[in-house]
């Protein structure tokens, strides 16, 4: 096994051990425990960068070509928005609801093949790493809308509901989570419009055209329009909460259909059969 | 030394056994006087509120002490002892402890997680120690019990959802809207319980008021206590829109307010969540306005389902706090017996030392021929007797305080049959005799 997927292992059980604390924290009510949470998560964090940055370096090219890659660096993508997002909000139920989100991922991309294939000439290009890193945190932060889009909603039937259960006192209010959704937004349509424009220039550097309706592409600006709509609606027409929270997380949806379904099953410039080269002979 | 406690509280007793039992907080000189005058009793605090009469105390005989004590409350009160006795509990060291601090942390109290039970103990020591009731054990007894409690408050949040129904509202509030500081609320009638939730909303950072009421004039003279602004009955719908927050209280026999009018409210509030209070009975608000998005709407009885559910929480809370008390009872229990074991660890060694120096003596003297070396060899004989004698019964004490607990049946023991004095509890705390010794020790 070469370093890289230990590292990457290790991140897995990390990731593992925090949202085990994380969800401790919520469900028996012990608020140190999140703290601790925090800082494990930290580390496992900091492992899967050295895990990714050591990828990088024996693949000879950015480490999202394959599925166990792709869903690795989606998964690091997530976890360190989250961080990000923690400084601002400090609160551990988010983390309770996102690090199992990470976990999953992981756990798909450990099930996936990781050899090494030989770099791919067509992704020898410094369009590469910026067209992936642009769309990758776009998804991240969007994956963090849907996430609180489902916090709401379920605050939110507590509230209308007046049926009371022990999350109602661990979720945070309905205004803080309507205010992610607004700063996922505003964060992460600019990232997801910039991925796609980064996409097309690199189209026209690489083939001479910036737009060739490929299925990912098809997907990606049908998102984006749900997306633009939403920013519209929240902008002029004061859609908020709950409608707000029902787009997040549709939209999420379908960012992971066209990860999931056009990425691993079709068969365009934007699948897995063609980012990936032939496999290296020796992969150590 | 054995702390006991000796008291009803409003779950052995009916309200009118305890006010006959209360204590007045003006006069409790005498009282404490004379319970630390009961010759079993060494040191006293008297903890009277409405829900509770205990007696904490400490005694080197509890069984005494805690007769002593029922006959003290019954005496006292003029209640005649068969009466009383069926409502009055006795604990005993460690559960006297735990009693304590369950007390003082308020998990014993009839609404779990209260603040004032804490305020009312401390007022209580206050007494008894102004009045010099009190000495080492239930000084470091109590202060133990609020430093408890202080742990239970902090580290569990048993008293951190409202128990009321007007600070329950508020508490919603927070839920929907995060922070109440740039909030406005209007009152739409007046009734007593919506100005008491009105002045808690107030009191949480809320902006500005508006009200609004029938009679022109009751809706300036509540808005000017509220530092708010009288919107006239006839158009207070055009200024809904401008409230966050909506409490109705009016004594109208239909709904005011219906689903349609919301709507048009909320539209013009673009989606911004309206958080609508209906304390009145017949209701004011069409209930069917809580189907609209980002209306919540609460009626009298839905507050009460808030309540509910807190004090659900607070009880699982509690469950924390029982864990963090029963820890604290453990400590302080081995602190306890530790103040009984080194005392009696060093005055047996004293007493066979004593032994052993007045033979030696006796012994010595008969044979003045004896060298030095060979006195040496026998004082060393003796001592190692002694050491070799003691070893078990004092490694036994030893282990026994470490174990935390019940030693106090070796201590006793040990006492009994060396005939060991006990140390004396600090003598200037203990009050001049006030001829109450008529007492029976034993009944």
């Given at each position: 096994?070469s370093?890289n997927i230990?590292?990457f292992?290790?991140?897995?059980?990390?990731?593992?051990v925090?949202?085990g604390?994380?969800?401790?924290?919520?469900?028996?009510r012990?608020e140190?425990i999140?703290?601790?949470?925090?800082w494990?998560?930290?580390?496992?964090?900091?492992?899967?960068?050295?895990a990714?940055?050591?990828?990088?370096?024996?693949?000879?090219q950015?480490?999202?070509?394959?599925?166990?890659e792709?869903?690795?660096?989606?998964?690091w993508?997530i976890?360190?928005c989250?961080?990000?997002?923690?400084?601002?909000?400090?609160?551990?139920?988010?983390?309770?609801?996102?690090?199992?989100v990470a976990?999953?991922?992981?756990?798909?991309?450990?099930?996936?093949?990781?050899?090494?294939?030989?770099?791919n000439?067509?992704?020898?290009?410094?369009?590469f790493?910026?067209?992936?890193?642009?769309?990758?945190?776009?998804?991240?932060?969007?994956?963090?809308?849907?996430?609180?889009?489902i916090?709401?909603?379920?605050?939110e039937?507590?509230?209308?509901g007046?049926?009371?259960?022990?999350l109602?006192?661990?979720?945070?209010?309905l205004d803080i989570?309507?205010?992610?959704n607004?700063?996922?937004?505003?964060f992460?349509?600019?990232?997801?419009?910039?991925?796609?424009?980064?996409?097309?220039?690199w189209?026209?550097a690489?083939?001479?055209?910036?737009?060739?309706?490929?299925?990912?592409?098809?997907?990606?600006?049908?998102?984006?329009f749900?997306?633009?709509?939403?920013?519209?609606?929240?902008?002029t027409?004061?859609?908020?909460?709950?409608r707000?929270?029902?787009?997040?997380?549709i939209?999420?949806?379908?960012?992971?259909?066209?990860?999931?379904?056009?990425?691993?099953?079709?068969?365009?410039e934007?699948?897995?059969?063609?980012?990936?080269?032939?496999?290296m002979?020796t992969?150590? | 030394?054995?702390?006991l406690?000796?008291?009803?509280?409003?779950?052995?007793?009916?309200?009118?056994?305890?006010e006959?039992?209360?204590?007045?907080?003006?006069?409790m000189?005498a009282?404490?006087?004379?319970?630390v005058g009961?010759?079993?009793?060494?040191?006293?605090?008297?903890?009277?509120?409405?829900?509770?009469v205990?007696?904490?105390?400490?005694?080197?005989?509890?069984?005494?002490?805690?007769s002593?004590?029922r006959?003290?409350?019954?005496?006292?009160h003029?209640?005649p002892?068969?009466?009383?006795?069926p409502h009055?509990?006795?604990h005993?060291?460690g559960?006297?402890?735990?009693?304590v601090?369950?007390?003082?942390?308020?998990?014993?109290?009839?609404?779990i997680?209260?603040p004032?039970?804490l305020?009312?103990?401390?007022?209580?020591?206050?007494?008894?120690?102004?009045?010099?009731?009190?000495g080492?054990?239930?000084?470091?007894?109590l202060?133990k019990?609020?430093?408890?409690?202080?742990?239970?408050?902090?580290?569990?949040?048993i008293?951190?959802?409202a128990?009321?129904?007007?600070?329950?509202a508020?508490?919603l509030?927070?839920?929907?809207?995060?922070?109440?500081?740039?909030?406005t609320?209007?009152?739409?009638?007046?009734?007593?319980?919506?100005?008491?939730?009105?002045r808690?909303?107030v009191?949480n950072?809320?902006?500005?008021?508006l009200?609004?009421?029938?009679?022109?004039?009751?809706?300036e003279?509540?808005?000017?206590?509220?530092?708010?602004?009288?919107?006239?009955?006839?158009?207070?719908?055009?200024h809904?829109?401008?409230?966050?927050i909506?409490l109705?209280?009016?004594?109208?026999?239909?709904f005011?307010?219906?689903r349609?009018?919301l709507?048009?409210?909320?539209?013009r509030?673009k989606?911004?969540?309206?958080?609508?209070?209906?304390?009145?009975?017949p209701?004011?608000?069409?209930?069917r306005a809580?189907?609209?998005?980002?209306?919540?709407l609460?009626?009298?009885?839905d507050?009460?389902?808030?309540?509910?559910?807190?004090l659900k929480?607070?009880?699982?809370e509690?469950?924390?706090?029982?864990?963090?008390?029963?820890?604290?009872v453990?400590?302080?229990?081995?602190?306890?017996?530790?103040?009984?074991?080194?005392?009696t660890?060093?005055?047996?060694r004293?007493?066979?030392?004593?032994?052993?120096?007045e033979?030696?003596q006796?012994?010595?003297?008969?044979?003045?021929s004896?060298?030095?070396k060979?006195r040496k060899?026998?004082?060393?004989m003796t001592?190692a007797?002694?050491?070799?004698?003691?070893?078990?019964p004092?490694?036994?004490?030893?282990?026994?305080?470490d174990?935390?607990g019940?030693?106090?049946?070796?201590?006793?023991?040990?006492?009994?049959?060396?005939?060991?004095?006990?140390?004396?509890p600090?003598?200037?705390?203990?009050?001049?005799?006030?001829?109450?010794?008529?007492?029976?020790i034993?009944?």
């Amino acid at each position: 096994m070469s370093v890289n997927i230990l590292l990457f292992k290790i991140a897995l059980l990390v990731y593992l051990v925090a949202t085990g604390l994380y969800l401790f924290d919520v469900l028996l009510r012990r608020e140190r425990i999140g703290r601790i949470a925090r800082w494990v998560l930290v580390g496992g964090f900091v492992v899967h960068c050295l895990a990714l940055a050591l990828r990088w370096f024996d693949a000879g090219q950015t480490p999202v070509s394959s599925p166990h890659e792709a869903l690795s660096f989606f998964a690091w993508a997530i976890v360190g928005c989250y961080l990000l997002f923690d400084l601002r909000y400090r609160l551990a139920i988010i983390g309770a609801f996102v690090c199992p989100v990470a976990v999953v991922l992981m756990i798909v991309s450990s099930a996936m093949p990781k050899q090494l294939r030989e770099p791919n000439p067509l992704l020898d290009s410094w369009w590469f790493p910026v067209h992936v890193s642009l769309a990758f945190a776009g998804y991240a932060i969007f994956a963090l809308a849907c996430v609180a889009g489902i916090m709401y909603l379920l605050q939110e039937r507590m509230l209308k509901g007046k049926h009371f259960t022990g999350l109602y006192f661990r979720l945070p209010s309905l205004d803080i989570l309507d205010n992610i959704n607004a700063r996922c937004l505003s964060f992460g349509f600019p990232l997801m419009t910039m991925g796609i424009i980064s996409g097309a220039v690199w189209a026209n550097a690489a083939w001479g055209d910036y737009w060739r309706w490929d299925p990912k592409e098809t997907w990606a600006l049908l998102t984006w329009f749900l997306y633009a709509a939403l920013l519209h609606g929240r902008l002029t027409i004061g859609w908020r909460g709950r409608r707000a929270a029902i787009f997040a997380i549709i939209g999420f949806c379908c960012l992971l259909i066209s990860f999931f379904v056009v990425n691993a099953m079709t068969d365009t410039e934007h699948s897995f059969r063609a980012l990936q080269g032939v496999p290296m002979v020796t992969p150590r | 030394m054995n702390i006991l406690v000796v008291g009803l509280s409003h779950k052995t007793a009916p309200v009118d056994i305890r006010e006959r039992v209360a204590f007045a907080p003006t006069a409790m000189e005498a009282p404490l006087k004379q319970v630390v005058g009961l010759p079993a009793v060494a040191e006293a605090v008297i903890v009277s509120t409405c829900n509770r009469v205990e007696i904490y105390a400490c005694s080197r005989d509890p069984e005494a002490a805690c007769s002593q004590l029922r006959h003290f409350l019954a005496e006292y009160h003029n209640i005649p002892a068969d009466e009383l006795n069926p409502h009055l509990y006795e604990h005993c060291g460690g559960e006297a402890i735990h009693h304590v601090f369950r007390v003082a942390s308020s998990l014993d109290s009839m609404v779990i997680g209260e603040p004032q039970i804490l305020g009312q103990i401390k007022t209580a020591y206050g007494y008894a120690s102004e009045f010099k009731t009190v000495g080492l054990i239930l000084n470091r007894f109590l202060h133990k019990a609020f430093s408890v409690a202080k742990r239970v408050r902090t580290e569990t949040e048993i008293a951190s959802n409202a128990v009321s129904v007007s600070f329950a509202a508020v508490e919603l509030a927070r839920k929907i809207f995060g922070t109440l500081t740039d909030k406005t609320v209007m009152l739409i009638g007046a009734g007593e319980m919506c100005e008491l939730a009105a002045r808690h909303f107030v009191n949480n950072g809320i902006s500005q008021v508006l009200v609004t009421n029938r009679t022109f004039e009751r809706a300036e003279k509540l808005a000017a206590e509220f530092g708010g602004r009288a919107v006239l009955f006839n158009d207070y719908v055009e200024h809904l829109h401008q409230a966050d927050i909506v409490l109705t209280s009016t004594g109208a026999p239909g709904f005011i307010l219906d689903r349609q009018q919301l709507e048009g409210v909320i539209k013009r509030r673009k989606n911004r969540p309206m958080f609508l209070i209906d304390i009145a009975v017949p209701r004011d608000i069409d209930p069917r306005a809580n189907d609209i998005d980002n209306i919540y709407l609460y009626d009298v009885d839905d507050l009460q389902e808030v309540v509910q559910a807190n004090l659900k929480e607070r009880h699982k809370e509690a469950k924390k706090a029982e864990a963090i008390v029963l820890t604290e009872v453990d400590q302080f229990h081995q602190w306890l017996g530790n103040l009984d074991v080194v005392p009696t660890i060093v005055a047996l060694r004293k007493k066979f030392e004593d032994i052993r120096q007045e033979e030696l003596q006796k012994t010595l003297s008969r044979f003045s021929s004896l060298g030095d070396k060979e006195r040496k060899s026998i004082e060393a004989m003796t001592a190692a007797i002694i050491n070799k004698a003691l070893h078990q019964p004092i490694s036994l004490l030893k282990q026994c305080k470490d174990d935390s607990g019940s030693c106090d049946g070796y201590v006793d023991a040990v006492r009994a049959l060396f005939g060991l004095v006990p140390p004396e509890p600090d003598a200037g705390d203990t009050p001049a005799d006030d001829g109450l010794n008529e007492l029976p020790i034993k009944e």
